[in-house]
């Protein structure tokens, strides 16, 4: 055991550079888990920043002058950051209030339809299953209508919580654009003088996390804006929310879809039946996520090395477990971040061992 461990060691950390940075990440990690709460404005001022950073760095390519493409890419994160509070936000809030209110209408039509199995299908289903089935549907709707009726009462001190934030969040962000540098040199004079598998590191992590990052916010808002122009256009009710819930999707490849495609199929279902406009209304949306999938990703993540599906959902998991919903959110920039590490990470290779002859 002790040669194994020390084997492994030997293989993985024998480089200077890499104890320092195995202890950075087991130190930054712990920090989060205990402080993530605490400082949840100044992370997520730092990966907004980190997102329009690569727009700073394409103006500057331009030949466009640093504080002026600073201005220009703050200016339209200040008018992206208004248009979601002030219409988005009130515009989805409302159709979710309408749909709570719609929703005893919906379970009762549900209930009429339910009652009618047994008579077309009498083999297949019982009264007895079609009560049970429609006690467990009435009891969660019940409980999410109550718990929406509550956050709604209860919404008057997280509104003082949501002002902080609308203050903090384009303060930090600002200030991590213009002073980007200095941030980094500071950090970088606690570091060791020579740190070429550092600079390795972080040129991998950068790359791979900065295209993905990027390019997962370019399609959340192309994939929500085009569902949301088809859905208005197909006279689909509450599109604003429904668009909403498909542009956020697609932060969790195949999981999201597979959820978000049932209360599509089911507020079409009701607003239509079983006629040509559900039909159109399903068949756009298979069109917008075959799109999403087979074109605009290909397109936005060329660069990003892909995880396995099994990695996927288990990133999921792992950080969902730690973090709730921000370690949903952000599992896959946080998996594609540990995959980067591990590929530029420094390994020695072990002397072969003897042979007895």
Known sequence: MVRILRGFAHKYFSDEEAVILGLILIVGTMFVIWFGAMLAPAIASLIVAFILQGLVTKMLAWKVPEPLA??????????????????????????????????????????????????????????????????????????????????????????????????????????FLKDRDVLLGSIARMLPPQRATMRKIWHEVNLQCANYVRGKALEI?????????????????????????????????YIGAAVVTVP????????FGWGSQF??????????????????????????????????????????????????????????MLKAVVAAWPVRELPPAPTNR
């Open 70 to 175: 600073i201005l220009i890419v703050f200016l339209l994160f200040l008018g992206i950051l208004a248009g979601a509070i002030f219409g988005l936000m009130p515009l989805v809030w409302t159709q979710l209030s309408n749909l709570a209110r719609e929703t005893p209408r919906i379970i009762g039509e549900l209930q009429s339809y339910l009652e009618l199995l047994p008579e077309r299908y009498p083999q297949l289903v019982s009264l007895d299953a079609v009560a049970t089935v429609y006690q467990q549907v009435s009891t969660e709707v019940g409980q999410a209508t109550q718990w929406l009726v509550t956050a709604s009462l209860s919404s008057i001190p997280d509104l003082f919580a949501l002002l902080i934030y609308a203050v903090l969040v384009p303060i930090l962000v600002f200030f």
């Open 279 to 336: 039909i159109w209304i399903m068949v756009a949306y298979g069109v917008i996520q075959a799109l999403d999938g087979n074109v605009l990703v290909p397109v936005l993540f060329s660069e990003v090395n892909n995880l396995h599906p099994v990695a996927i959902i288990v990133a999921v998991l792992f950080f969902g477990g730690i973090w709730g919903l921000w370690g949903v959110f952000f599992a896959i920039p946080l998996a594609t």
């Open 221 to 253: 808002l192309i994939v929500g804006t085009t569902t949301y122009i088809t859905f208005k256009i197909l006279g689909m009710p509450y599109a604003a929310l429904l668009s909403l819930l498909v542009g956020l999707s697609v932060v969790i490849p």
């Open 264 to 271: 599509v199929a089911i507020i079409g279902l009701f607003a």
